[in-house]
Nanobody, 117 residues
Framework: QVQLVESGGGLVQPGGSARLSCAAS??????????MGWYRQAPGEQRELVAS???????NYADSVKGRFTISRDNAKNTVYLQMNTLKPEDTAAYYC?????????WGQGTQVTVSS
């Protein structure tokens, strides 16, 4: 089993910053190379990839967040971070942590980020 505990988020003013964290645990981390990432879902919209990072540190970003968001991970702690800068109202969404391995995927419970003045 995989457990994901997310933290961070909340209400942020436009142009502000926020940092999300996701601590993961489970036996998969000793067996597989794990890709960790963040997705988001706004009301009435489909869930979309924000950023992902492999165990080797290769990253992938949605075009809409390139240059503003940075994903990183601490492999010793099985924790992934999302630093979000220059936030815009259109970044408002529920953000979900995700881990993927060859045999499956797991999701966090989601944390709300609201960008508003």
């Amino acid at each position: 089993q995989v457990q994901l505990v997310e933290s961070g988020g909340g209400l942020v003013q436009p142009g502000g910053s926020a940092r999300l964290s996701c601590a993961a645990s489970g036996s998969i981390f000793s067996r597989w190379s794990i890709t960790m990432g963040w997705y988001r879902q706004a009301p009435g919209e489909q869930r979309e990839l924000v950023a992902s990072i492999t165990s080797g540190g290769n990253t992938n970003y949605a075009d809409s967040v390139k240059g503003r968001f940075t994903i990183s991970r601490d492999n010793a702690k099985n924790t992934v971070y999302l630093q979000m800068n220059t936030l815009k109202p259109e970044d408002t969404a529920a953000y979900y942590c995700n881990v993927r391995w060859p045999l499956g995927t797991s999701w966090g419970q989601g944390t709300q980020v609201t960008v508003s003045s």
